[in-house]
């Protein structure tokens, strides 16, 4: 701990001698230090979450899909007699042209565009 008071020290004494070398009072200091910090956290939020702007509405459609799919196939599992479970069956066994094929899968393409 020997060397953290004496790095503090340093560090105080630094300050203070570059305050005075530029001729600006404390509060001013302060000021600067603040802005300084604002300006490092917002580059470092921004390389963060690569400032790239993203389509929020379709996410959010897509995960209220998935968890609209994501309930009906649990529900279907704990009551597979159900009404809803007989009449998922039904439109399945009805469009076999969401399975995939050699041409590949209908649900993956949707999902790239």
Known sequence: MKWLNKFTRWQEGHHERMRKMMGISHSTHLWISFVKGLLIGLIITCLLTGCSSTKVAN????????????SKVLGCVFAPASE????????Q???????????GCPEFEELSK
Do not use: V
């Open 84 to 91: 809803e479970c007989q009449r998922l069956r039904e439109e």
């Open 59 to 70: 996410k959010q459609a897509s995960s209220i899909q998935n968890i609209d799919a994501i």
């Open 93 to 103: 066994e009805a469009a076999p042209e969401d399975y995939c094929t050699d041409d």
